[in-house]
């Protein structure tokens, strides 16, 4: 599975949008992006994925460039609830079906 | 809520001692996946089963074993208890055996060994 990269934390003030980037220059063609998030001590909470196209629903939007190298998710109103890490993970192909593989996340912060 | 049910939400035990970590999946979800995610560590991959089979192994310690049962509800079993296994334990489920798909957590189980 390609490595991702995210800053280790982030500010967002409530009611405004938070962009979250994440690095992932090594994908390859049938990996997908995966957003999941995990507020403290909670099970982790899945949020939204791609593969080429941008994706949006209910809890936010994904962005992913032409070239797929890299992604950003997109809380468009975030509030207080929002603080949590949030998680990219890119993952496809072989063995690594179904296995989720965890990296520090950014520690997105949510200020009134 | 997710769906995925665990118990018990807390547990403290002794070293050397045995525990075993129950998990409900979603209705209608046929694999279970088990992670570990202690402080140090983050959040580790420990097995996958799918419909009662075993799909994939990760970070597992040998003292560590896991089964699905034909009602698809999963059970870790841990033994030979020691600190370090001190941990938060989440199992997830999801639909599908191979294809990517998004995986539904429940709310974990704190172990604590003393």
């Known amino acids: 599975d390609a490595k991702t990269t995210q800053p280790p934390s982030m500010d967002c003030a409530e009611g405004r949008a938070a962009n979250l980037p994440c690095n992932h220059s090594?994908?390859?063609?049938?990996?997908?992006v995966y957003w999941y998030r995990q507020i403290h001590s909670q099970g982790p909470q899945y949020i939204i994925h791609?593969?080429?196209n941008n994706e949006t629903n209910e809890m936010a939007s994904l962005i992913i460039t032409e070239d797929r190298k890299s992604s950003t998710l997109i809380l468009p109103h975030a509030t207080l609830r929002d603080t949590a890490v949030y998680y990219c993970?890119?993952?496809?192909?072989?063995?690594?079906?179904?296995?989720?593989?965890f990296g520090q996340g950014t520690i997105l912060t949510v200020h009134p | 809520d997710s769906g995925v049910t665990q118990t018990p939400k807390h547990l403290i035990t002794a070293t050397g001692q045995r525990v075993t970590l129950r998990c409900s999946p979603r209705?209608?979800?046929?694999?279970v996946y088990w992670y570990q995610q202690s402080l140090d560590q983050g959040l580790q991959f420990l097995i996958h089963?799918?419909?009662?089979?075993?799909?994939a192994k990760g970070n597992i310690l040998e003292r560590f074993s896991a089964q699905q049962f034909p009602d698809l509800h999963s059970e870790l079993n841990l033994s030979s208890l020691e600190l370090g296994d001190s941990a938060l334990y989440f199992c997830?489920?999801?639909?599908?055996?191979?294809?990517?798909?998004?995986?539904?957590f429940g709310p974990g189980t704190r172990l604590t060994v003393t």
């Open positions: 791609g593969l080429k």
């Open positions: 089963y799918y419909n009662g089979e075993e799909r």
């Open positions: 209705s209608g979800d046929l694999s």
């Open positions: 997830a489920s999801s639909r599908d055996r191979d294809r990517v798909r998004e995986q539904y």
């Open positions: 090594t994908i390859s063609g049938n990996e997908y």
């Open positions: 993970i890119v993952i496809g192909g072989g063995t690594s079906y179904g296995k989720l593989t």
